[in-house]
């Protein structure tokens, strides 16, 4: 299997996050993507390459452009407005609610208050070089593609940062753009086919689902962690099933704390059958491996030969997969939980 990555997610380097009332070390660091290079580049079932560049044009055909101009300058920005600050977060965050009775409003001034505005949590600092990163991700996930439209049957971004929390408009839960609303949205509207996005994360993808969930031609389904105890808590439960045209093409099965391989694999047979049914030509997989059952900040119990299982179903949907790099933060078994799970695929 054909693996796209490149070093620039190095430039990527937070050291901190603020998360549960603390500031912490990070859990989405650069030694994730580092355990998964050295785990796949020592099998010879992975083929390494880097990716190709894309521009900043498919980036902005599915994100606000103002998103995309921001982070161009954000960091450098604060540093010369406050000052030297290795890691940028945001400390007011722009709610309608706070302009209630009145206009939207219109993006601050200030470096402070454009923060708030374009992100929406704590736990994703700018780093000097997030946005090459974020770029190199976006690249990454393109190249995969690309790969796979060129007649791979599957191919693998090892994104980071990763995506799918990214949504419209905001940027947040250690993602910046979403990586694979980027690469589905292309191939639906260049190549006029149908496309799903299967989100196995733990923690559901709401920037996916807010990108597509008024649109027929692309499906979202997402299996994670009931958002009634997980993060990101106010979406992704099973009755947001799209509005619209789109009314159907999003699905949502939040499980409960502890959930084992044999539940969820089930809930991916029973899913696999509904993505059949609405016709995709093309899959891909927003791969997070946090529903591993050590991982230090989720809650369910999935294990490497259930990642196995996984890919192994999905193979059997015989659609050409674009698998994607998004969450898993039990560093030490990342890497072989990628391996497991791209290799039922058919690596
Ligand atoms: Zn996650």
Request: glycine content about 10%.
């Given at each position: 299997?054909?693996?796209?990555?490149?070093?620039?997610?190095?430039?990527?380097?937070?050291h901190t996050?603020?998360?549960?009332?603390?500031?912490?070390?990070p859990?989405?660091?650069?030694?994730?993507?580092?355990?998964?290079?050295?785990?796949?580049?020592?099998?010879?079932?992975?083929?390494?390459?880097?990716?190709?560049?894309?521009?900043?044009?498919?980036?902005?055909?599915?994100?606000?452009?103002?998103?995309?101009?921001?982070?161009?300058?954000?960091?450098?920005?604060?540093?010369?407005?406050i000052?030297?600050?290795?890691?940028?977060?945001?400390?007011?965050?722009?709610?309608?609610?706070l302009?209630?009775?009145?206009?939207?409003g219109t993006?601050?001034?200030?470096?402070?208050?454009?923060l708030?505005?374009?992100?929406?949590?704590?736990t994703?600092?700018?780093t000097?070089?997030?946005?090459?990163?974020?770029?190199?991700?976006?690249?990454t996930?393109?190249?995969?593609?690309?790969?796979?439209?060129?007649?791979?049957?599957?191919?693998y971004?090892?994104c980071?940062?990763?995506?799918?929390?990214a949504?419209?408009?905001l940027?947040?839960?250690?993602?910046?753009?979403n990586?694979?609303?980027?690469v589905a949205?292309?191939v639906?509207?260049?190549?006029?086919v149908?496309?799903?996005?299967?989100?196995?994360?733990?923690?559901?993808?709401?920037?996916?689902?807010e990108?597509?969930?008024?649109?027929?031609?692309?499906?979202?389904?997402?299996?994670?962690?009931?958002?009634?105890?997980?993060?990101?808590?106010?979406?992704?439960?099973?009755?947001?099933?799209?509005?619209?045209k789109?009314r159907?093409?999003n699905?949502?099965?939040?499980?409960?704390?502890r959930?084992?391989?044999?539940?969820?694999?089930?809930?991916?047979a029973?899913?696999?059958?509904?993505?059949?049914?609405?016709?995709?030509?093309m899959?891909?997989?927003?791969?997070g491996?946090?529903t591993?059952?050590?991982?230090?900040i989720?809650?369910?119990?999935v294990?490497?030969?259930?990642?196995?299982?996984?890919?192994?179903?999905?193979k059997?949907?015989?659609?050409p997969?674009v698998?994607?790099?998004?969450?898993?933060y039990?560093?030490d078994?990342?890497?072989?939980?990628?391996?497991?799970?791209?290799?039922?695929l058919?690596?």
């Amino acid at each position: 299997m054909k693996v796209v990555y490149t070093p620039a997610h190095l430039l990527h380097d937070p050291h901190t996050e603020i998360e549960k009332g603390t500031v912490h070390s990070p859990f989405e660091h650069i030694g994730r993507g580092e355990i998964i290079r050295e785990v796949l580049s020592a099998d010879s079932r992975f083929d390494f390459q880097l990716p190709t560049q894309w521009g900043i044009e498919p980036i902005n055909a599915v994100h606000d452009s103002g998103l995309e101009r921001f982070l161009t300058t954000a960091w450098q920005e604060y540093q010369d407005a406050i000052g030297p600050c290795r890691e940028v977060t945001p400390e007011v965050f722009y709610s309608q609610a706070l302009r209630n009775k009145m206009s939207l409003g219109t993006e601050p001034a200030s470096i402070s208050g454009r923060l708030g505005w374009w992100c929406f949590e704590t736990t994703t600092p700018l780093t000097e070089g997030t946005y090459e990163a974020a770029r190199g991700a976006v690249d990454t996930a393109m190249t995969a593609m690309q790969l796979v439209l060129d007649g791979e049957k599957s191919a693998y971004g090892l994104c980071r940062p990763p995506g799918h929390h990214a949504t419209t408009s905001l940027y947040g839960g250690y993602c910046f753009f979403n990586n694979a609303a980027i690469v589905a949205h292309h191939v639906a509207s260049t190549r006029g086919v149908k496309v799903v996005v299967l989100d196995v994360d733990y923690h559901h993808g709401n920037g996916t689902q807010e990108i597509f969930y008024d649109r027929d031609d692309v499906m979202y389904v997402s299996l994670h962690g009931d958002p009634a105890r997980a993060y990101p808590y106010t979406i992704g439960y099973a009755d947001e099933v799209g509005a619209g045209k789109g009314r159907g093409s999003n699905i949502n099965i939040p499980f409960a704390a502890r959930t084992g391989d044999d539940v969820y694999v089930n809930a991916l047979a029973d899913v696999l059958n509904k993505i059949h049914a609405f016709g995709a030509e093309m899959i891909v997989v927003s791969l997070g491996l946090d529903t591993f059952i050590t991982d230090p900040i989720c809650d369910l119990s999935v294990t490497t030969d259930g990642f196995r299982r996984c890919g192994e179903l999905v193979k059997q949907l015989g659609l050409p997969a674009v698998v994607l790099q998004e969450g898993g933060y039990d560093v030490d078994k990342l890497g072989i939980n990628v391996q497991s799970w791209l290799v039922g695929l058919g690596a």
